[in-house]
């Protein structure tokens, strides 16, 4: 139900787009949802990035806040992730995910509350 592309290798200070393509079930209105992005590093756990509300209000980790942009296109059921000035410890897998928290939607939320997630894609940042 949802497909991330948009990963790759980049060196310090350059820029990627994640994209989360996410395919409606006749029952979930995309409308509706929590969308968010999370990341797992090597050898660590995953964790939270930034998330975007039905009603378009967007949350980001302090890690990232300033460097990393969440949107969506509600009538292309696409989210994405821009990321610029990338560090070498924002290389991780990056997964979307979608679920319908009302007001827990942030950046913070546990991933298990979301209903959907995609299968990752990997971003690589060599210095």
């Known amino acids: 139900k949802l497909a991330e592309s948009g990963g790759g290798s980049v060196q310090a200070g350059g820029s990627l787009r994640l994209t989360c393509t996410m395919t409606?079930?006749?029952?979930?209105?995309?409308?509706?949802?929590?969308m968010a992005w999370f990341r797992r590093p090597p050898e660590k756990g995953r964790e939270g990035v930034a998330a975007?509300?039905?009603?378009?209000?967007?949350s980001v980790v302090d890690s990232v806040k300033g460097r990393f942009t969440i949107s969506k296109d509600t009538a292309q059921n696409t989210l994405y992730l821009e990321m610029n000035n990338l560090k070498p410890e924002d290389a991780a897998e990056y997964f979307c995910?979608?679920?319908?928290?009302?007001?827990?939607?942030?950046?913070?939320?546990?991933?298990?509350?979301?209903?959907?997630w995609g299968q990752g894609t990997q971003v690589t940042v060599s210095s």
């Open positions: 995910a979608a679920g319908r928290l009302g007001s827990l939607c942030r950046a913070g939320a546990s991933w298990g509350a979301f209903d959907f």
């Open positions: 409606i079930d006749a029952d979930y209105t995309y409308g509706a949802k929590c």
């Open positions: 975007i509300a039905s009603d378009g209000s967007a």
